[in-house]
Nanobody, 117 residues
Framework: EVQLVESGGGLVQAGGSLRLSCSTS????????IGWFRQAPGKEREEVSC??????????LDSVNVKGRFTISSDNAKNTVYLQMDSLKPEDTAIYYC????????WGQGTQVTVSS
């Protein structure tokens, strides 16, 4: 059974940091790029960043303005993807999810990130 379990969210003040974890099971971890997505209230879900566990290549979406603040990484031995979020801003407030870039796996419950001003 495919499972994606996100954790690590919370309430922080602007400028603070959080580290999100995405624990995966039920599929071959390094066969596909894994992405972090977020959905703010009243908005569409959007991709934030992705990583290819097989070669470590990463990408940060220009449209979400996280370059230089967020860092994606993976631990292939643990089938886990991380998102280190620094210099958080109120506009980063959202539920954060992980999935294949295609979004083809069943979505997990996500983890809530709330950044206060």
């Amino acid at each position: 059974e495919v499972q994606l379990v996100e954790s690590g969210g919370g309430l922080v003040q602007a400028g603070g940091s959080l580290r999100l974890s995405c624990s995966t099971s039920g599929f071959t971890f390094d066969d596909y790029a894994i992405g972090w997505f977020r959905q703010a209230p009243g908005k569409e879900r959007e991709e934030v960043s992705c990583i290819s566990p097989s070669d470590g290549s990463v990408n940060y979406l220009d449209s979400v303005n996280v370059k230089g603040r967020f860092t994606i990484s993976s631990d292939n031995a643990k089938n886990t993807v991380y998102l280190q979020m620094d210099s958080l801003k109120p506009e980063d407030t959202a539920i954060y999810y992980c999935n294949r870039r295609s979004g083809s796996l069943p979505w997990g419950q996500g983890t809530q990130v709330t950044v206060s001003s």
